[in-house]
């Protein structure tokens, strides 16, 4: 499977963005996907996840309500709609592609990764 995400960018506090990954290789369905980041000088942390029919999601307790993932399997692609962004969202943040079509939490559940994209959220 190859990623490839886009998306991220510079945004005031509160503003909004909209990060897509789009997806190739094995049937789209038949694998979950999830959104990743890392912030300078921290580990990589889960953001969310989808399963590969999009019927169960995941989030982190930090983005509960203010980003939303979602998945089109027509177009092979995987979106992140982030609001009400705050500076500590500030991060790289990466897609991934998961071993089986459930959602997961845990990095290691994942085998291919996206290039990242820069997030930057200003105060």
């Known amino acids: 499977v190859q990623l490839q995400a886009s998306g991220g960018g510079l945004v005031q506090a509160g503003g909004s963005l909209r990060l897509s990954c789009a997806a190739s290789?094995?049937?789209?369905?038949?694998?979950?996907m999830g959104w990743f980041r890392q912030a300078p000088g921290k580990e990589r942390e889960f953001v969310a996840a989808?399963?590969?029919?999009?019927?169960?999601?995941y989030y982190a307790d930090s983005v509960e309500g203010r980003f939303t993932i979602s998945r089109d399997n027509a177009k092979n692609t995987v979106h992140l709609q982030m609001n009400n962004l705050e500076p500590e969202d500030t991060a790289v943040y990466y897609c991934?592609?998961?071993?089986?079509?459930?959602?997961?939490?845990?990095?290691?559940?994942?085998?291919?990764w996206g290039q990242g994209t820069q997030v930057t959220v200003s105060s």
């Open positions: 991934a592609s998961a071993r089986s079509r459930w959602a997961s939490r845990t990095s290691r559940d994942y085998d291919n």
């Open positions: 290789g094995r049937p789209f369905s038949s694998y979950g």
């Open positions: 989808i399963t590969g029919s999009g019927g169960s999601i």
